[in-house]
């Protein structure tokens, strides 16, 4: 079974950043995208980032020049660099882990969810 352990989230001023890190434990296919979604109240969950093992990257229109997603492979590590940011990021970000077992077939993971808000 794989868990994903979020931390880092909390409350930053209009401007500021913060770094969240989703640690993944358990068996892992080495073929893997790791990600961040978030969820506004209200709002359907949407993706932010996301990293490939290879290290290829996909931002949402929304982040891209203010978010960076980074991993670490050896230690199955997932980062979620915030600048820059706007009250409109405030949400549920959570981590999410695709463990391919062969193209296009994947088992889906989800850690529990951090807290980011925005606000002065």
């Known amino acids: 079974q794989v868990q994903l352990v979020e931390s880092g989230g909390g409350l930053v001023q209009p401007g500021g950043s913060l770094r969240l890190s989703c640690a993944a434990s358990g068996s892992i296919s080495s073929a893997n995208v790791m990600g961040w979604y978030r969820q506004a109240p209200g709002k359907e969950r949407e993706l932010v980032a996301t990293?490939?093992?290879?290290?290829?990257?996909n931002y949402a229109d929304s982040v891209k020049g203010r978010f960076t997603i980074s991993r670490d492979n050896a230690k199955n590590t997932v980062y979620l660099q915030m600048n820059s940011l706007k009250p409109e990021d405030t949400a549920v970000y959570y981590c999410?882990?695709?463990?391919?077992?062969?193209?296009?077939?994947?088992?889906?993971?989800w850690g529990q969810g951090t807290q980011v808000t925005v606000s002065s």
């Open positions: 999410n882990l695709k463990a391919f077992h062969r193209p296009g077939v994947y088992n889906d993971y």
């Open positions: 990293i490939t093992s290879g290290g290829s990257t």
